[in-house]
């Protein structure tokens, strides 16, 4: 198949680089640890020619459409947000060009919900685009959860993004995890060795899921009430050291829901469906199973379709 477009995901942590047919099917990826924080020298020019080189060919005439922080302040050009709602027309109106070495470059727009308490996305927005192309049925109305260092939930009407919330969930795990005295107990049970396969499975899911009813059962205080018991349980010898970290995981992931869940006003009917990396949605999925929401879904592989639909309405291809 002949290539017709580069499609770039380009966060803070990590760069991928997709080959795509005329049909949008994937002709070749790359990947570097080439986030917007970790470029080298901070060359983004450089890193871009790198991990495209030898797609362009000659003349370097393939168009190139880039999502995520890359079109952040602190990326390589900035590219003003699109205020809700937002959908699949606005974003490829807002499309901002940058040419680099001969090569012409179109960043996708953020997103930004100017409510009391604002909000903002880079990236979800094409994964977004890509979950409703992928699961049409999604389109008249859906609540699209993101899960991630800052997870998103996102209320889509009639296509477009209506309004979104940010849950920090991830960073404030790796925070406690790395460094808070929570963490700790779990980096000294790692010493004492690994477990079997299926045992492990079965001893994490049992202590995610005892933090995931803590946080439900927690009442008007909150998990925040909570998080200490991660390490008092430990001291007592009512939880596993090892086992510390996924009872810690549920806590935090059961607040996010107990407190998403709430919020939920005209989308509380919509099905429900999760974008994001497939081991983090399974312990979303099986929380919300606990929350006593069924039937939720996981859409993979959101971004490369979404930045092909995008180029499309573009005209790019």
């Known amino acids: 198949m002949k290539p017709r477009l580069i499609a770039l995901d380009w966060g ?55 999502a995520g922080m890359i079109g952040s302040a602190q990326g390589w050009h900035e ?15 807002g499309l901002a060009s940058l040419v680099s070495d001969g090569a012409r470059l179109r960043i996708v727009p953020g997103v930004i919900d100017p409510g009391a308490v604002p909000n903002v996305m880079r990236g979800e927005e094409a994964q977004i685009i890509g979950a409703l192309d992928r699961a049409p049925d999604l389109y008249p109305r859906a609540c699209l959860i993101m899960p991630g260092t800052h997870s998103k939930w996102v209320e889509v009407i009639d296509g477009k993004i209506q ?22 107990p779990a980096r000294q049970g790692a010493a004492s060795g690994g477990l079997p396969q299926e045992l492990a499975n079965q001893r994490w899911r049992e202590s995610f899921e005892r933090g995931l009813v803590a946080a439900r059962e927690s009442g008007p205080s909150g998990a925040m009430s909570l998080l200490f018991s ?25 607040e ?15 099905p429900v469906a999760l974008i994001g990396d497939p081991r983090l949605c399974e312990r979303y999925e099986m929380a919300l199973q606990l929350f006593g ?15 092909w639909r995008i180029a499309v309405s573009a005209g790019l291809v």
């Open 12 to 66: 803070t942590s990590s760069l991928r680089a997709y080959l795509l047919s005329g049909a949008g099917e994937i002709l070749d990826e790359r990947a570097k640890s080439w986030g917007i924080m970790h470029v080298p020298d901070g060359d983004f020019a450089t890193a871009f020619a790198t991990i495209v080189q030898g797609w362009q060919g000659p003349n370097g005439t393939l168009p190139v459409i880039a």
């Open 230 to 254: 991660a390490r008092t349980l430990v001291l007592v010898g009512r939880l596993g050291a090892q086992d510390s970290l996924d009872y810690l995981s549920g806590l935090l992931i059961g």
């Open 256 to 270: 996010e829901l107990r407190c998403a869940l709430l919020a939920r006003t005209s989308a509380e009917t919509a």
């Open 293 to 307: 929401v069924s039937d939720v879904r996981t859409i993979p592989n959101t971004s490369v379709a979404g930045l």
């Open 79 to 93: 590219v003003p947000y699109q205020a809700c709602p937002v959908g699949l027309t606005q974003l490829a109106a």
């Open 163 to 184: 309004t979104f919330a940010t849950y920090m969930t991830g960073e404030v795990f790796a925070l406690l995890r790395d460094h808070s005295i929570l963490g700790r």
